[in-house]
Antibody, heavy 117, light 109 residues
């Protein structure tokens, strides 16, 4: 069974940085395209970005609001997905989920990021 | 970046039928957008109900079905129950990105 566990969230000042992690199990991680999705308090879901599998070049794509500030990477030897977030803004506040966005796979519980002075 | 549109809110009577729709700013929604429908109840993690337009597994109640309707993706709930009150999000695949709709708040009343 797919299991995703996010961590690394917390309180950070505007302009600061944070790295989120997502430990994956229950599926062939190195064969999966992986995504980050976020949800601001009381708002809808927002796709953040994706990283392709190594066989597809580990290429990444990002949504316009985070492009140039966020970076997704993966460590297939440890089954871990990362989200490096730089130059954080207050509007980046929310719960961050990792997901395969593949068929009926479940999502993780998410990790809360709060950007505030 | 494409914009995906959903009805902000809908109300259905218990036992009634309601259709939620999902449109794209780039034109008609097709099977090539691999439409997904997710349900999120207050305080819970989103859960996929439908993938690739109309596919689901045994965890999705049979009263939920997905389709393409009039250039949009559609989620039909037939025989609504109180437990179906939730936020519903559609997700469309575009080359190089994914885009969620703004969500539909469904009230069963």
């Amino acid at each position: 069974e797919v299991l995703l566990v996010e961590s690394g969230g917390g309180l950070v000042k505007p302009g600061g940085s944070l790295r989120l992690s997502c430990v994956a199990s229950g599926f062939t991680f190195d064969d999966a395209w992986m995504h980050w999705v976020r949800q601001a308090p009381g708002k809808g879901l927002e796709w953040v970005g994706l990283i392709r599998r190594k066989a597809d070049g580990e290429d990444t794509d990002y949504s316009a609001p985070v492009k140039g500030r966020f970076s997704i990477s993966r460590d297939d030897s440890k089954n871990i997905l990362y989200l490096q977030m730089n130059r954080l803004k207050s509007e980046d506040t929310g719960v961050y989920y990792c997901s395969t966005l593949n068929h009926m796979d479940p999502w993780g519980q998410g990790t809360l990021v709060t950007v505030s002075s | 970046q494409a914009v995906v549109t959903q009805e902000p809110s809908l109300t259905v009577s218990p036992g009634g039928t309601v259709t939620l729709t999902c449109g794209s700013s780039t034109g008609a929604v097709t099977s090539g957008h691999y439409p997904y429908w997710l349900q999120q109840k207050p305080g819970q993690v989103p859960k996929t109900l439908i993938y690739d337009t109309s596919n689901k597994d045994s965890s999705t109640p049979a009263r939920f079905s997905g389709s393409l309707l009039g250039g949009k993706a559609a989620l039909t709930l037939s025989g609504a129950q109180a437990e179906d009150e939730a936020d519903y999000y559609c997700l469309l695949f575009y080359s190089g990105s994914r885009v969620f709709g703004g969500g539909t708040k469904l009230t069963v009343l």
